[in-house]
């Protein structure tokens, strides 16, 4: 809900203030915009910034978006029908598809908490973004940077490789 924190660019570029990007953070792939250029001053980054957001994330971000939605008004009704006296803030549904967080206002009761981890799986389940989250950490498949790569990639520098590297098994830097 609103981090600032400072990220090293994973190619070296300076973006330009307002510039969409995909960060890897400690919770995993995320969207976010820069403000100013980083001056690390030897201190540790907050995480990877990976690339520039592209057309087709912004169509992956709408869907997750549309989940999102769907999950905040389950969750909603849940509180409701169980009579909660906590109030549902916001659902974030991060970048890669993987991490769903409810975010309330005021203590939440243990019941809750346990309904919202399950409801989480259940969209996590639905939204079913396994493909694309495996792309994103393991690049864009076997034979990656040769001519036998299964989705055209033979440089490693498309834009899941740049993501996998990033934040991907292969190591975070």
Known sequence: ??????????????????????????????VGEVLSASESNGEQADGDLVRKLTVEDDLLLARLDKHGDD????????IESRGFATALLDVE??????????????EVPAELERL????AEAYEAKVNFQQF?????????????????????TSGACS?????EACGPRGRR
Not at 94 to 103: I, N, P, R, V
Not at 116 to 119: E, H, I, K, R, Y
């Open 1 to 30: 809900m609103g981090h600032i924190g400072r990220f090293d660019s994973v190619d070296g570029f300076r973006y330009a203030r307002r510039t969409r990007v995909i960060c890897c953070t400690s919770r995993g792939l995320e």
């Open 71 to 78: 999950a905040f008004q389950a969750c909603r009704q849940l």
């Open 93 to 106: 549904h991060l970048f890669d598809g993987q991490s769903l967080y409810f975010y309330f206002l005021g």
């Open 116 to 119: 919202t981890n399950d409801l």
């Open 133 to 153: 989250t495996e792309t994103l950490t393991e690049g864009c498949g076997s034979g990656c940077e040769t001519e036998d790569a299964e989705n055209g990639c």
């Open 160 to 164: 899941s490789c740049a993501v996998a």
